[in-house]
């Protein structure tokens, strides 16, 4: 049961905030590839759930942000970021840039927003959730045996 938690935990936080998940599953005890498993299902279940919503869940992040008396900025010093990675890189920049900048739900929006496909979101998600899964499961790994002498 423990380890049905410890399972459950990281890919939680993956669908959240993928940086978190590597270091929560090390902290948890569980094995890179358990962490590496858990943390790309977790980004994926996000991956797969946004686009499906798409331009609803943009809808209504912004009414919300409008009922609460905030304004929405079409200018800020994040837009224009995104628009830069968006006009060099396309969906690849933003989806490898995703797990580390953003969070999964954050870089599927964008992603939504610039009219990318389902799949090729799914695709381009997938390839970053593999990349940086395994470069942050083994780099808190290498770190976490090197410091904390585990």
């Not at 798409?54 to 609460?68: A, D, F, H, P, T």
């Not at 900025?73 to 994040?78: A, D, G």
């Amino acid at each position: 049961m423990q380890k049905l938690i410890s399972y459950l935990s990281v890919y939680l936080m993956a669908s959240v905030k993928f940086a978190l998940a590597p270091p929560t599953g090390y902290g948890l005890g569980l094995s890179p590839i358990e962490i590496i498993i858990c943390t790309i299902a977790g980004m994926m279940t996000t991956a797969t759930i946004v686009p499906i919503l798409g331009q609803k869940l943009i809808s209504y992040l912004r009414n919300r942000r409008l009922k609460k008396g905030k304004p929405v900025k079409v200018f800020t010093p994040r837009k224009r970021m995104i628009v830069k990675i968006w006009q060099k890189f396309s969906i690849w920049g933003i989806a490898l840039l995703t797990p580390i900048l953003f969070s999964p739900v954050v870089g599927c929006i964008i992603a939504v927003s610039f009219g990318v496909k389902r799949n090729k979101i799914l695709l381009t998600m997938f390839v970053s959730a593999v990349f940086w899964a395994l470069v942050m499961t083994f780099g808190v790994n290498l770190f976490g045996d090197i410091f904390l002498k585990k």
